[in-house]
T-cell receptor, first 116, second 115 residues
Framework: AQSVTQLDSHVSVSEGTPVLLRCNYS??????LFWYVQHPNKGLQLLLK??????LVKGINGFEAEFKKSETSFHLTKPSAHMSDAAEYFC??????????????FGKGTLLTVNP | GAVVSQHPSRVICKSGTSVKIECRSL??????MFWYRQFPKQSLMLMAT?????????EQGVEKDKFLINHASLTLSTLTVTSAHPEDSSFYIC???????????FGPGTRLTVT
C-alpha cells in the first residue's frame, strides 16, 4: 500500500519570501513521487517528479524538491514566491515509474496563498 | 506535446438525465486513461482505469453501472454519468498515458452540476 501526507492544508507567504510545502510518503516499494499544481477550476500541471535518479529534483517555475528516504519526505520548495504561484499543490506517489497501469495516490493538497 | 482535452468544460443537467464527458489525447496514443473525481476543496479520487479495447477497472465504491466508461480508441475515452443526481455534482478530471514514458497527462477537467 502507498500513501502520502501533506502536512499543511494551507500555507500563506509574502511575495518574495521562500515557499516550503511539506509532504511525507509511505510506500512498500521504491516509489516515484510527483508534485502537481492546480489553479482554480483548472486541470493539473506537473511541477516535477522523482523516479530514483538524483534526489534533488528541479522543476518548472523555480520549484524544486528533495527526496529524503531516511525521513520519507519529499518537500517542495521555492526560494522566492510570486503572486502567480498561488494555487493548490498536490504531492503524489506512484508505485513505480508511473507506468501506465500504476495508480497515482494523491495527497489532500496544500493551498498556497501569496500575499503582496 | 502530450495534450489532453476534455469536453465539455462545464455542463448542467437535470436530475435523472445522463451526461457524457469526453477525454481526448490530442498528440499521442493513450493506451491507458484514468478518470478522477474531485469534490470542492478536496483531493482527486481515482474512479476507474481503462485500457484501450478492454473493460474499465473500477475502484472500490464506484458504481460501474452508474459511471459508464468506454475507451474505444487510442485517443478517446468517455465517461457517462447515468441517471445523474445532485450528489454526482463534482469536478471530473481525466488523465491519459501512453507507452513513451508512462506519465499521466491530465485534462483540464469538467464541472458537472446536477439540478
Amino acid at each position: 500500500a502507498q500513501s502520502v501526507t501533506q502536512l499543511d492544508s494551507h500555507v500563506s507567504v509574502s511575495e518574495g519570501t521562500p515557499v516550503l510545502l511539506r509532504c511525507n510518503y509511505s510506500s512498500s516499494y521504491s516509489p516515484s513521487l510527483f508534485w502537481y499544481v492546480q489553479h482554480p477550476n483548472k486541470g493539473l500541471q506537473l511541477l516535477l517528479k522523482y523516479t530514483s535518479a538524483a534526489t534533488l529534483v528541479k522543476g518548472i517555475n523555480g520549484f524544486e524538491a528533495e527526496f529524503k528516504k531516511s525521513e520519507t519526505s519529499f518537500h517542495l520548495t521555492k526560494p522566492s514566491a510570486h503572486m502567480s504561484d498561488a494555487a493548490e499543490y498536490f504531492c503524489v506517489v506512484s508505485k513505480n515509474s508511473g507506468g501506465s497501469n500504476y495508480k497515482l495516490t494523491f495527497g489532500k493538497g496544500t493551498l498556497l496563498t501569496v500575499n503582496p | 506535446g502530450a495534450v489532453v482535452s476534455q469536453h465539455p468544460s462545464r455542463v448542467i443537467c437535470k436530475s435523472g438525465t445522463s451526461v457524457k464527458i469526453e477525454c481526448r489525447s490530442l498528440d499521442f496514443q493513450a493506451t491507458t486513461m484514468f478518470w478522477y473525481r474531485q469534490f470542492p476543496k478536496q483531493s482527486l479520487m481515482l474512479m476507474a482505469t481503462s485500457n484501450e479495447g478492454s473493460k474499465a477497472t473500477y475502484e472500490q465504491g464506484v458504481e460501474k453501472d452508474k459511471f459508464l466508461i468506454n475507451h474505444a480508441s487510442l485517443t478517446l475515452s468517455t465517461l457517462t454519468v447515468t441517471s445523474a443526481h445532485p450528489e454526482d455534482s463534482s469536478f471530473y478530471i481525466c488523465s491519459a498515458s501512453g507507452t513513451a514514458d508512462y506519465e499521466q497527462y491530465f485534462g483540464p477537467g469538467t464541472r458537472l452540476t446536477v439540478t
